[in-house]
């Protein structure tokens, strides 16, 4: 049995390890407010840009008719492929990273036999880290620091270069998928993946009224063409944008209830640890006054 001074010695280091815990959690309390005030803000205009598109797509196209532009067509067989995996920067956040990583190696071995070739590339120095020591693993561009300073600038540069390795006609890329976690509450974090290239026209409107039903299609200024131009680009940015801030509210609530759960399991061991100290002293001083009874009745 341990003596009383190792014992007291584990609780002030325990109560030490809970004051820390304590504290991030405070920290990603405060940080997931306004992650969670972002990602709820670019929720609202992801909406209204998928409806925009739903509106331009769903009109005067035939459901056999080619795709109107290239970020559209679909290509037959998927040969090679992109998954980008986003993770964390640092631990510390429960299953945060752990559900992404087992879901990409799902994905991974899933398409094995689908696909000729799968990149992973990554957004977050956890599941660089992770590829990295699977060298069975293609390992594609990794994009560091991201979320050390997001900025939708920065972020625009990754979709841009995702378009033109897509529509390059040299480069091996026939699919890009995305895959992040989705914030649902404090709680509940869901692991979501995405088809971002191509993109995936939206079903023909319906009971959307009488326009919509007939297939009336509206009159494009100064072509459909060039709107669809502008519209595709900002519309795959807008995806990316919102699954970061997804992934960052996520993370922030991921390590807020990780530390919860540490700060409160660190008070139930300093308890025991005390109970245990106390039956410790105890005994000490039970064994003591036996001892000293012995001796004065020896004498």
Known sequence: MANL?????RI???RNTQQITKAMKMVA???LRRAQDAAMEARAYSSGIERMLEEVMGRGIEPDAPAPHALLEKRDPLRHVKLIVMTSDRGLCGGFNSNILRRAGRFLFDGADLHETITA?????KGFEHFRRRPSVRQGTHH????????????????EDLRQRYLFPDEDLDAVFLLYNHFVSVINQRVTLK???PIEPPKPLENEGATAKSGVDFRYEPSREDVLDALLPRYLSTQVWHALLESLASEHAARMTAMDSAT???GDMIDSLTLLANRTRQAAITTELVEIVSGAEAL
Not at 145 to 151: A, S, W
Request: proline share 3%; aromatic share 6%; with cysteine.
């Open 12 to 14: 002030n280091s325990v």
């Open 29 to 31: 309390a405060a940080k």
């Open 5 to 9: 001074k190792d014992i007291r010695k």
């Open 195 to 197: 088809q971002l290239l």
């Open 121 to 125: 590339a990554t957004i977050g120095r």
């Open 264 to 266: 409160r399991n660190a």
């Open 144 to 159: 560091p620091g991201v979320f050390e300073e997001l900025r939708f600038e920065r972020e625009e540069k990754i979709c």
